[in-house]
């Protein structure tokens, strides 16, 4: 009771006196082993009487507890605060790429050439809907490392300011996304070489998403903050009700019966573009309430006496800490009640707070320039894609970017575990620098790593052993356009097995530094090695030697070799130790 009269009043006092009941709420909850062995030092006559060792142990024993993490996270080892962080961001991310795949494949359902249309213009989508999560992830990765660092160090007030600046800024740039998105979808479609109905299917769908801009962000930026303050499951519960909405709205408003159905593309962006409001509905509900939902497990549940279940609050985690975690009675919920956030939105934190927006700003911006080039330069890789037809480098013209964007959508399967591993490593190095522990949170990093590319090295060996049957789960059918597609994409999925490994060091390395703040340095690191290696290589070996898509893909994936190894050299030179956020 004294903890929810402390969250409720905290809402409504000012910086000061928060900090003051903060410090107040930090006292009580000092472990009761530290407040014991300060009694007996106390206690003492003369400091004569108290050994060395028993002074050093009553010392160390507190500030190894004032170094434990705090939550979900506290009272586990590495390897299982690495398995509870990402456990849901991997669920999570494969329900947004879902909403991709599904978008592809019922793109790929439609009826003979207007199917090869659908996937060009929704492949194309695909691009610019990734600038938009990039656009997005720049103000996350600013909000994320000073979310962490507060969390970490017991600072919720300020944690919920950083939240507040974020959602707030996070909507007036969706808005300012949405009405650029709308203005140049035209442009965004030639850029990619498409052309005639082609062209206007994409801008129909791209002109559609950019009505959802704004609450997207709201999914976007809310999720992120609640990762980094160590709730990942929140946000993956809101994706799974975003994708069951997807898949129904745009199930009907393309296949269903009319007026409501039988739309086409159309029917595919309107259907996401609900998705995401429901998403934004969700989220923002969530944050205000400042309550999210959590499930008592069978396991626990049969651990408790008949009288203690009618009682029994489900305020903490499912817990792994006992028992078998593969156990389906460890996760199968029983249960569900409304737990506190470790983070709350209010109003009044909403409004600008200039100096708290340039902290997220500064660690932002060079994010946000190191993802716009990355983004620039996947469009020029995209350019040559579109243009092989009309170099003479392949014999069509309808299909290759489809079979591009299939061959992405797919390798997704792979990458998705590594970017899960990945926002747990930088939710870890943020909170335990937080706590000014850098050994642990380097031993985050690494384990994080050997993790990862375990395994995305593992997918990538079955990409290898069988990519048929992975391209025929979005591209079906016996005719012709269906039987081209799969023989483009099907080597594109091998060429991308061979280097998950080094993707993957790519992908926990980057996200670990940006948990630290350490974002100038992947900037650099990813302008050289995108626009030094990545293009020259895909255009020297795809288009001069005339190998058409299988060798852009060769160049491509080359250079996830060099970028993987570049990340981890800078890592280990320590310059994140140092940043200050």
């Known amino acids: ?61 507190g500030e190894a507890r004032r170094k434990e993490l705090s939550g979900n996270l506290a009272g586990r080892s590495l390897l299982g605060q690495i398995f509870v962080l990402a456990i849901w961001p991997f669920f999570e991310l494969l329900g947004t790429s879902l909403v991709g795949l599904v978008d592809v494949a019922l793109s790929g359902r439609l009826e003979g050439e207007l199917a090869l249309r659908a996937l060009d213009s929704v492949g194309v989508a695909a691009y ?87 609450v997207n962000a709201v999914v976007a930026l809310g999720a992120a903050a609640l990762r980094s303050a160590g709730d990942t499951r929140t946000p993956f519960i809101a994706m799974v009700v975003v994708n069951i ?4 709205a745009s199930s009907v408003l393309t296949f269903g019966p009319a007026p409501i159905g039988g739309h086409g593309v159309a029917g595919i962006a309107g259907g996401t573009a609900i998705a995401w409001m429901v ?45 078998n975690p ?118 985050a990093v690494m384990l994080s790593w050997l993790i990862g590319g375990t395994v995305m090295g593992l997918m990538g060996l079955s990409f290898i052993v069988m990519p048929g049957v992975y391209v025929g789960m979005l591209v079906t059918g016996n005719d012709t356009s269906a039987t081209m597609m799969r023989d483009m994409a099907t080597p594109l999925l091998i060429i991308a097995g061979f280097v998950q490994f080094f993707f993957a060091t790519y992908i926990v390395i980057s996200q670990g530094l940006r948990g630290a703040g350490e974002t100038i340095g992947p900037m650099i690191l990813t302008y050289a090695s995108i626009f030094f290696i990545r293009i020259p290589a895909a255009w020297f070996i795809g288009i001069y030697l005339g190998y058409g898509l299988k060798g852009i893909w060769i160049g491509l994936c080359g250079e996830f070799v060099i970028r993987g190894c570049l990340f981890m050299g800078w890592f280990q030179l320590g310059r994140w130790q140092r940043i200050k956020v």
């Not at 472990?31 to 060395?52: F, R, W």
């Not at 934004?280 to 049969?302: N, Q």
């Not at 061959?407 to 190095?429: D, Q």
């Open 326 to 443: 593969l156990s389906p009675e460890v996760w199968v919920p029983v249960r569900m009640r409304l737990m506190h956030l470790p983070i709350k939105l209010r109003w009044k934190w909403m409004s600008p707070d200039l100096e708290m927006c340039w902290r997220i700003i500064r660690i932002g911006i060079p994010s946000l320039i190191e993802s716009s080039g990355l983004w620039v330069g996947n469009l020029v890789i995209a350019f040559m894609v579109g243009g092989l037809f009309k170099w003479q480098v392949e014999d069509f013209a309808d299909g290759v970017m489809g079979a591009h964007v299939v061959g992405i959508r797919l390798e997704s399967l792979s990458f998705l575990p590594g970017m899960a591993i990945g926002i747990a490593a930088a939710t870890l190095v943020g909170q335990y620098l937080g706590l000014g522990d850098v050994k642990r949170a380097k031993q």
């Open 279 to 323: 998403g934004g509905i969700i989220i923002g509900g969530i944050l205000f309430k400042g309550k999210g939902p959590d499930f008592i497990s069978w396991a626990r549940w049969k651990g408790y006496k008949r009288g203690e279940r009618r009682t029994l609050s489900a305020r903490h985690a499912i817990s792994i800490r006992q028992g």
């Open 1 to 61: 009771m004294q903890e929810d009269k402390f969250k409720e009043s905290s809402d409504n006092c000012n910086d000061a006196a928060c900090s003051q009941k903060q410090d107040a709420e930090n006292e009580r909850e000092k472990p009761q082993d530290e407040s014991l062995g300060q009694e007996v030092l106390a206690g003492a006559v003369d400091a004569s009487e108290i050994a060395g060792e028993v002074i050093e142990g009553v010392a160390a024993g």
């Open 245 to 248: 909405v997807n898949i129904i």
């Open 128 to 214: 610019v809907t990734w600038l938009i999560a990039m656009l997005f992830a720049a103000v996350g990765v600013g909000a994320g490392a000073l979310v962490a660092r507060s969390i970490g160090s017991k600072n919720r007030v300020q944690a919920n300011q950083v939240l507040g600046q974020a959602m707030m800024m996070g909507v007036i740039w969706g808005i300012m996304i949405g009405i650029f998105l709308w203005a140049t979808a035209p442009v965004f479609g030639k850029l990619f070489n498409l052309q005639g109905e082609t062209l206007g299917l994409c801008t129909l769908y791209l002109r559609i998403l950019a009505i959802a801009t704004p």
